[in-house]
């Protein structure tokens, strides 16, 4: 009930300011690709009144007079267009056509800080791909969902919406950021599982060496999800409903008052589903499903999934100030964040649970300070701190186990019932962040970038159920990373390069119990034991690119890193993942290089091609494994002492105007086990040396065909149809050279095709669309054989205003 | 032409990407015939069943190129071979806690596979425990859970199943319970007003002479021991009337653990022998329970404090002797007869032991890292090297006899 009110007012507040402006002149500057065209300047001819396009290439202009006015659309690197208004337009839309005399869009005074960013990012060194999520906002999809169809990025999961999931790029843990912040501060509710595209400007994808603004321990790299932030008031709405009671929500707003500068911006989403996909036997790939008559297991072809609802909920309100002299933006934010998620599977498929759910609530307030020319001319400072409350509860209320047909199994033994569980976190964490970076020119030829970021993640846990406190021995882990990188740019641009060095901190904390009582519970020996441990390590990174020719060039990075657990990894989480306080961060030395090559040709045709390979040594690989607990198989992290991880990736695309789009990337990670010896001393070979390591894809690619047509049916009006296929060869599940091959457990190829068709008018401000996914009912696996949903139907609705 | 290229590239590489196989190519090899044992053994991240008509040839047991079988698969867990029976060639296992499963070895044209044949489905979760081996038959096996077991307050009982399972179509027989008494004080917390329910587990199980023993590990919500006496549980088998409790404080607390692994063996009299902590921490003792008595016998106590026992599954081997890792005992002179580790120069590692024909088989880890099974010979008193396993191997959990 709250929640539908917070979204109508806020809705209501939206729409009556967008309705205030409704006799002004606006419209979109695009590129020949459909492509805003940011910083673009829009001029009345013979007037002073001029403004400049926002990210998606949107302008607004108020007339005066009643004359036919005459625009101008000027912006660097393209061809200067203008026209005539014709009586009683109130919009006009401009698509530019590329100027080839200009060798780069320059680096320029005036951008704004998102285009500056981009600039900054594709012209680094850094192997980066950066995705435009506007183009999927009309899609049913949450973030997880495109990533997946980047070349090199693999992510795990064990379910449908909502479920858990690794993310790994070329092979190895990278971590995610949203707007710089790691995800992980945002609570459980905050996962690329459920972040819906609307609410996401772009994503960046940095493989290999990673910026050091982004204060990252990552070692395969980083990813960078850019939420949507304009200038302009604007206020975005979607609701999506499809297979499996799926409805998903969300809400992305915006205003500034023009005189005060005073901001508002709030996001917010709902996601519900009850994840009742189908469930198939499949003998061949070691998946039986069964249920019980008789007190015996009796195969049946198929099952869907019970109690795996899963739903969770964000709002998020920032109110601040833009453009002052004393910031350029300066906001206080609270963001709550809450989820309920019912677990039928643990690690494997072997046994579905009947009352198992996790449930959180988090609230966090925010303070995000940004200001060029801080201090100093060109010192840029940006500083963000937060603090999170958690409380997290998860319980096990069934009395007996369960089978694939819903129903716990008949007791005609008179077994004891399973004990109910019931745990509650409470978890506390403070973030604090400061990005300083000093321009040594106008040309931004030389900059220095100086970051620092602390975490610290407090954890005490309570045994509701047996009144048992654990809270006296509280669970705690403080992370510094501090960051020092030197951009430059050589040769007339041809060659930057970036240099930098990091330092990682790692610091946990823990309480044991090791008291004795005797008969009487009287105190024998033994104490409440503190154990505490401080790691530091230093890492550097070099990344440069030489751009060769005109409209290709190569890339080259190389580091070493380290990748420090997460609380989940060395504490657990109380549910699915066992503690390993023993575990060690990973580290690994990096090589990575590429060529790219994007040229337009005939002006309406563009190609982009981009090769890269990498090589990476790492040791205490992290991974994780099944363990047993109390009769449940559970996660837990484990260093692997030695593991060789090489590969490559491709990805070719190609445009043509604004209504063809292709693209096709593969990428092959082969992870080698490279650790010799069992037993060092004795120099006894691992059986494993020199092998593969098992359960993880290792070819794997993606296929997206679009065709769009403008003005059908309406003026206005925009068809898309996308096709997308997702490949994963197969792997074994165990190390493939032991056992017979008759004898072993595989994922099986997977081949999965989705149709996405949308429809806007009005310019884009009404979208409706239709998403069938795994259109073919592909069976497809993860994890230890854990099913993910077959075929799949969706359909949303969204409107945009600006 | 050029959109008519475009098509055809888009098109071929979606055909490229189909045409791919969906599985690993897996030959068809020479059918084995049935062997003789199977060695089952742990990687760092696998099960395997090693098979083999000669366990006692100078050979090389090995999973590597492909040879033995993955059992991953039906064994998430490593260390889940610690609730495996193997009886009769049939592998019976409970390793997800909601199943008891009876498996074989199934030959295909493409190899030897781990496949279930039957199992039974327990209500809540359910963990095979202590098995009356002498109870076997290609027709019935007898066991417990692990289920450790909370108190029935009213009652002031642990309730302990003994299950009697036809292994033809693997349904229950019958259930016996086992009405085992709660401590006759109360627990409580650290805070000293809370009761704390205690908790039981029954460490070893034995079955003769009309009579059942269990022993006995009572600890608190802390996974603390709540009393450093051993106590042991006797009652009138098959009826389960008469129950007894009896403890001793000349030891520390029985020692074991809920898996498979009997902490306790019967001799030829039926005299019940219990391993128990020592009263010096991390040293062991044995007591005795006379046949037809219902107390510890005082005049028996067999001091381990000077001897580095391991544990594991305690044997009855005959003429006299029983085996406790590493050691093989007088038990009725308290004697030392061989330390194994001594005799074959590693450390006898295997959790279930294989004893047949006068003979204990076990896998041992020499300090080289290697690992090779053994032969000790009981009347002898002899130990003879076998097959050697490949060094690769974590853990050697069972030798078992398949024929």
């Given at each position: 009930?709250?929640?539908?009110?917070?979204?109508?007012?806020?809705?209501?507040?939206?729409?009556?300011?967008?309705?205030?402006?409704?006799?002004?002149?606006s419209?979109?500057?695009?590129?020949?690709?459909?492509k805003?065209?940011e910083?673009?300047?829009?001029?009345?001819?013979?007037?002073?009144?001029?403004?400049?396009?926002?990210?998606?290439?949107?302008?607004?202009?108020?007339?005066?007079?009643?004359?036919?006015?005459?625009?101008?659309?000027?912006?660097?690197?393209y061809?200067?267009?203008?026209?005539?208004?014709?009586?009683?337009?109130?919009?006009?839309?401009?698509?530019?056509?590329?100027?080839?005399?200009?060798?780069?869009?320059?680096?320029?005074?005036?951008?704004?800080?998102?285009?500056r960013?981009?600039?900054?990012?594709?012209?680094?060194?850094?192997?980066?791909?950066?995705?435009?999520?506007?183009?999927?906002?009309?899609?049913?999809?949450?973030?997880?969902?495109?990533l997946?169809?980047?070349?090199?990025?693999t992510?795990?999961?064990?379910?449908?919406?909502?479920?858990n999931?690794?993310?790994?790029?070329?092979?190895?843990?990278?971590k995610?950021?949203?707007?710089?912040?790691?995800?992980?501060?945002?609570?459980?509710?905050?996962?690329?599982?459920?972040?819906?595209?609307?609410?996401?400007?772009?994503?960046?994808?940095?493989?290999?060496?990673?910026?050091?603004?982004?204060?990252?321990?990552a070692?395969?790299?980083?990813?960078?999800?850019?939420?949507?932030?304009?200038?302009?008031?604007?206020?975005?709405?979607?609701?999506?409903?499809?297979?499996?009671?799926?409805?998903?929500?969300?809400?992305?707003g915006?205003?500034?008052?023009?005189?005060?500068?005073?901001?508002?911006?709030?996001?917010?989403?709902?996601?519900?589903?009850?994840?009742?996909?189908?469930?198939y036997?499949?003998?061949?790939?070691?998946?039986?499903?069964?249920?019980e008559?008789?007190?015996?297991?009796?195969?049946?072809?198929?099952?869907?999934?019970?109690?795996?609802?899963y739903?969770?909920?964000?709002?998020?309100?920032?109110?601040?100030?833009?453009?002052k002299?004393?910031?350029?933006?300066?906001?206080?934010?609270?963001?709550?964040?809450?989820?309920?998620?019912?677990?039928?599977?643990?690690?494997?498929?072997?046994?579905?649970?009947?009352?198992?759910?996790?449930?959180?609530?988090?609230?966090?307030?925010?303070?995000?300070?940004?200001?060029?020319?801080?201090?100093?001319?060109?010192?840029?400072?940006?500083?963000?701190?937060?603090?999170?409350?958690?409380?997290?509860?998860n319980?096990?209320t069934?009395?007996?186990n369960?089978?694939?047909?819903?129903?716990?199994?008949?007791?005609?033994?008179?077994?004891?019932?399973?004990?109910?569980?019931?745990?509650?976190?409470?978890?506390?964490?403070?973030?604090?962040?400061?990005?300083?970076?000093?321009?040594?020119?106008?040309?931004?030829?030389?900059?220095?970038n100086?970051?620092?970021?602390?975490?610290?993640?407090d954890?005490?846990?309570?045994?509701?159920?047996?009144?048992?406190?654990?809270?006296?021995l509280?669970?705690?882990?403080?992370?510094?990373?501090?960051?020092?990188?030197?951009?430059?740019?050589?040769?007339?641009?041809?060659?930057?390069?970036?240099?930098?060095?990091k330092?990682?901190?790692?610091?946990?904390?823990?309480?044991?119990?090791?008291?004795e009582?005797?008969?009487?519970?009287q105190?024998?020996?033994?104490?409440?034991?503190?154990?505490?441990?401080?790691?530091?390590?230093?890492?550097?990174?070099?990344?440069?690119?030489?751009?060769?020719?005109?409209?290709?060039?190569?890339?080259?990075?190389?580091?070493?890193?380290?990748?420090?657990?997460?609380?989940?990894?060395?504490?657990?989480?109380?549910?699915?993942?066992?503690?390993?306080?023993?575990?060690?961060?990973?580290?690994?030395?990096?090589?990575?290089?590429?060529?790219?090559?994007?040229?337009?040709?005939?002006?309406?045709h563009?190609?982009?091609?981009?090769?890269?390979?990498?090589?990476?040594?790492?040791?205490?690989?992290?991974?994780?494994?099944?363990?047993?607990?109390?009769?449940?198989?559970?996660?837990?992290?484990y260093n692997?002492?030695?593991?060789?991880i090489?590969?490559?990736?491709?990805?070719?695309?190609?445009?043509?105007?604004?209504?063809?789009?292709?693209?096709?990337?593969?990428?092959?990670?082969?992870?080698?086990?490279?650790?010799?010896?069992?037993d060092?001393?004795n120099?006894?070979?691992?059986?494993?040396?020199?092998?593969?390591?098992?359960?993880?894809?290792?070819?794997?690619?993606?296929?997206?065909?679009?065709?769009?047509?403008?003005?059908?049916?309406?003026?206005?009006?925009?068809?898309?149809?996308?096709?997308t296929?997702?490949y994963?060869?197969?792997?074994?599940?165990s190390?493939?050279?032991?056992?017979?091959?008759?004898?072993?457990?595989?994922?099986?190829?997977?081949?999965?095709?989705?149709?996405?068709?949308?429809?806007?008018?009005?310019?884009?401000?009404?979208?409706?669309?239709?998403?069938a996914?795994?259109?073919?009912?592909?069976?497809?696996?993860?994890?230890?054989?854990?099913?993910?949903?077959?075929?799949?139907?969706?359909?949303?609705?969204?409107?945009?205003?600006? | 032409m050029?959109?008519?290229?475009?098509?055809?590239?888009?098109?071929l590489?979606?055909?490229?990407?189909?045409?791919?196989?969906?599985?690993?190519?897996i030959?068809?090899?020479?059918?084995?015939?049935?062997?003789?044992?199977?060695?089952?053994?742990?990687?760092?991240?696998?099960?395997y069943?090693?098979?083999?008509?000669?366990?006692?040839?100078?050979?090389?047991?090995?999973?590597?190129?492909?040879?033995g079988?993955?059992?991953?698969?039906?064994?998430?867990?490593?260390?889940?071979?610690?609730?495996?029976?193997?009886?009769?060639?049939?592998?019976?296992?409970?390793?997800?806690?909601?199943?008891?499963?009876k498996?074989?070895?199934?030959e295909?044209?493409?190899?030897?596979?781990?496949?279930?044949?039957?199992?039974?489905?327990?209500?809540?979760?359910?963990?095979?425990?202590?098995?009356?081996?002498?109870?076997?038959?290609?027709?019935e096996?007898?066991?417990?859970?692990?289920?450790?077991?909370?108190?029935?307050?009213?009652?002031?009982?642990?309730?302990?199943?003994?299950?009697?399972?036809?292994?033809?179509?693997m349904?229950?027989?019958?259930?016996?319970?086992?009405?085992?008494?709660?401590?006759?004080?109360?627990?409580?917390?650290?805070?000293?007003?809370?009761?704390?329910?205690?908790?039981?587990?029954?460490?070893?199980?034995?079955?003769?002479?009309?009579?059942?023993?269990?022993g006995?590990?009572?600890?608190?919500?802390?996974?603390?021991?709540?009393?450093?006496?051993?106590?042991?549980?006797?009652?009138?088998?098959?009826?389960?009337?008469?129950?007894?409790?009896?403890?001793?404080?000349?030891t520390?607390?029985?020692a074991?653990?809920?898996?498979?692994?009997?902490?306790?063996?019967?001799?030829?009299?039926?005299?019940?022998?219990?391993?128990?902590?020592?009263?010096?921490?991390?040293?062991?003792?044995?007591?005795?329970?006379?046949?037809g008595?219902?107390?510890?016998?005082?005049?028996?106590?067999?001091?381990?404090?000077?001897?580095?026992?391991?544990?594991?599954?305690?044997?009855?081997?005959?003429?006299?002797?029983?085996?406790?890792?590493?050691?093989?005992?007088?038990?009725?002179?308290?004697?030392?007869?061989?330390?194994?580790?001594?005799?074959?120069?590693g450390?006898?590692?295997?959790?279930?032991?294989?004893?047949?024909?006068?003979?204990?088989?076990?896998?041992?880890?020499?300090?080289?890292?290697?690992?090779?099974?053994?032969e000790?010979?009981?009347?002898?008193?002899?130990?003879?090297?076998?097959?050697?396993?490949?060094?690769?191997?974590?853990?050697?959990?069972?030798?078992n006899?398949?024929?």
């Open positions: 009930m709250l929640k539908s009110t917070y979204i109508f007012f806020i809705s209501l507040f939206f729409v009556t300011t967008i309705a205030q402006a409704q006799t002004s002149l419209g979109y500057v695009k590129d020949l690709f459909g805003g065209v910083g673009a300047t829009v001029t009345i001819v013979g007037t002073n009144q001029r403004t400049s396009t926002d990210v998606d290439g949107f302008y607004k202009l108020q007339i005066e007079g009643k004359q036919l006015p005459k625009l101008e659309v000027t912006s660097v690197g061809i200067t267009q203008s026209a005539v208004l014709k009586s009683n337009e109130t919009y006009r839309d401009f698509q530019l056509k590329k100027d080839e005399r200009v060798l780069e869009v320059a680096n320029v005074r005036g951008q704004t800080d998102n285009q960013r981009v600039n900054e990012i594709k012209r680094s060194g850094f192997n980066v791909s950066v995705i435009d999520m506007n183009r999927y906002a009309n899609q049913t999809a949450n973030v997880s969902q495109i997946r169809t980047a070349p090199g990025v992510i795990r999961e064990d379910g449908g919406l909502g479920s999931f690794v993310f790994r790029i070329n092979g190895l843990a990278a995610i950021y949203i707007d710089g912040v790691p995800m992980d501060d945002f609570g459980p509710a905050m996962s690329i599982n459920n972040i819906p595209v609307n609410l996401v400007d772009r994503v960046e994808i940095y493989k290999g060496v990673v910026p050091a603004f982004l204060g990252s321990d070692l395969g790299g980083a990813v960078n999800i850019i939420t949507k932030q304009r200038n302009r008031h604007f206020l975005d709405l979607s609701y999506s409903y499809g297979s499996f009671n799926t409805h998903q929500a969300s809400l992305v915006m205003y500034t008052n023009p005189k005060s500068k005073l901001s508002v911006r709030t996001n917010a989403f709902y996601n519900y589903s009850d994840n009742d996909y189908k469930m036997t499949e003998e061949k790939y070691g998946v039986i499903l069964e249920k008559i008789n007190n015996k297991f009796v195969k049946i072809d198929e099952a869907r999934r019970f109690k795996d609802r739903y969770s909920t964000m709002g998020q309100i920032e109110v601040g100030l833009r453009d002299s004393w910031a350029d933006q300066f906001f206080v934010g609270l963001t709550y964040s809450g989820n309920n998620k019912q677990n039928q599977l643990g690690a494997t498929i072997n046994k579905p649970y009947g009352g198992n759910w996790t449930e959180s609530a988090y609230m966090m307030p925010t303070l995000s300070y940004k200001k060029q020319n801080f201090l100093v001319d060109r010192l840029y400072a940006d500083i963000y701190a937060n603090y999170g409350f958690e409380i997290k509860r319980r096990d069934a009395q007996y369960y089978q694939w047909d819903g129903v716990p199994i008949t007791n005609t033994t008179g077994n004891a019932s399973n004990p109910e569980k019931y745990i509650k976190d409470n978890i506390n964490s403070v973030l604090g962040r400061i990005n300083l970076n000093y321009d040594f020119d106008e040309s931004r030829n030389q900059s220095l100086l970051n620092y970021n602390i975490s610290t993640n954890r005490q846990t309570y045994d509701v159920i047996s009144d048992h406190d654990d809270s006296g509280p669970k705690n882990m403080v992370k510094h990373i501090a960051g020092l990188a030197w951009q430059s740019q050589w040769f007339d641009k041809r060659l930057v390069a970036n240099l930098a060095f330092y990682y901190g790692i610091d946990t904390y823990q309480k044991i119990d090791e008291r009582f005797d008969d009487n519970n105190y024998l020996s033994g104490d409440i034991v503190t154990q505490t441990r401080y790691l530091g390590y230093k890492g550097y990174s070099v990344a440069a690119r030489y751009r060769i020719f005109k409209d290709g060039g190569v890339k080259f990075s190389a580091e070493r890193a380290y990748n420090l657990p997460e609380m989940t990894a060395i504490y657990g989480d109380n549910f699915n993942v066992l503690p390993n306080w023993d575990l060690k961060p990973e580290k690994s030395d990096n090589l990575n290089g590429g060529f790219y090559y994007n040229t337009f040709f005939n002006e309406n563009f190609i982009n091609f981009d090769l890269s390979g990498f090589y990476r040594l790492a040791k205490d690989y992290q991974n994780t494994r099944i363990v047993s607990d109390n009769g449940q198989d559970k996660f837990q992290y692997i002492p030695g593991v060789k090489y590969g490559g990736s491709f990805e070719a695309r190609y445009g043509y105007k604004d209504v063809i789009t292709a693209a096709i990337n593969g990428s092959y990670d082969r992870a080698i086990d490279n650790q010799k010896y069992t060092e001393t120099q006894q070979v691992s059986l494993s040396y020199g092998y593969q390591i098992p359960n993880r894809p290792w070819v794997y690619g993606n296929l997206d065909l679009g065709f769009a047509q403008n003005d059908w049916f309406s003026k206005g009006s925009r068809t898309q149809i996308n096709w296929t997702l994963t060869k197969w792997f074994y599940l190390d493939s050279h032991l056992g017979s091959l008759a004898s072993k457990n595989y994922i099986p190829t997977q081949l999965v095709h989705n149709l996405l068709v949308s429809y806007s008018w009005n310019r884009n401000r009404y979208n409706i669309s239709g998403e996914r795994n259109i073919f009912d592909e069976r497809s696996y993860d994890n230890f054989r854990l099913q993910k949903p077959g075929r799949a139907f969706y359909v949303k609705f969204r409107v945009s205003l600006l | 050029k959109k008519n290229r475009l098509f055809g590239f888009c098109a590489a979606a055909l490229l990407v189909s045409s791919c196989k969906d599985s690993p190519n030959p068809e090899v020479t059918t084995p015939e049935a062997s003789e044992y199977s060695v089952w053994v742990a990687t760092a991240t696998g099960s069943l090693l098979t083999t008509d000669e366990i006692m040839k100078d050979t090389l047991l090995s999973p590597a190129n492909n040879k079988v993955d059992i991953t698969g039906n064994l998430p867990q490593a260390r889940y071979a610690g609730y495996a029976y193997i009886f009769n060639g049939f592998y019976y296992l409970s390793n997800d806690g909601t199943r008891f499963s498996h074989q070895l199934v295909t044209p493409q190899g030897l596979v781990f496949k279930e044949v039957d199992n039974y489905a327990f209500p809540s979760a359910f963990y095979l425990g202590k098995m009356a081996s002498q109870f076997s038959t290609t027709d096996i007898v066991f417990t859970s692990t289920g450790a077991s909370d108190a029935n307050l009213e009652k002031k009982i642990f309730e302990k199943d003994i299950y009697f399972m036809n292994t033809k179509d349904t229950l027989n019958k259930t016996l319970k086992a009405q085992i008494p709660t401590l006759d004080y109360t627990v409580y917390k650290a805070d000293g007003k809370t009761v704390d329910p205690t908790i039981l587990n029954v460490t070893s199980m034995r079955i003769a002479g009309g009579k059942a023993y269990f006995l590990f009572y600890y608190d919500s802390d996974y603390n021991v709540v009393s450093k006496k051993a106590y042991a549980y006797i009652c009138d088998y098959p009826s389960m009337a008469n129950g007894h409790i009896m403890s001793d404080d000349r520390s607390y029985v074991g653990h809920w898996q498979r692994e009997n902490y306790s063996f019967l001799d030829d009299n039926n005299n019940l022998y219990l391993l128990t902590r020592g009263k010096t921490d991390g040293t062991y003792a044995i007591l005795r329970v006379n046949n008595q219902y107390e510890f016998d005082k005049n028996y106590l067999y001091d381990l404090k000077d001897y580095a026992v391991k544990g594991g599954d305690l044997a009855w081997l005959g003429d006299g002797k029983a085996y406790i890792r590493p050691y093989v005992i007088d038990v009725a002179n308290k004697k030392i007869v061989a330390n194994l580790a001594e005799m074959t120069g450390d006898p590692t295997t959790t279930i032991n294989l004893i047949q024909d006068g003979n204990l088989y076990t896998a041992v880890k020499t300090p080289a890292s290697k690992w090779f099974i053994y000790y010979n009981i009347k002898n008193n002899t130990v003879k090297k076998g097959a050697e396993i490949d060094p690769g191997v974590t853990q050697v959990y069972h030798i006899k398949l024929k």
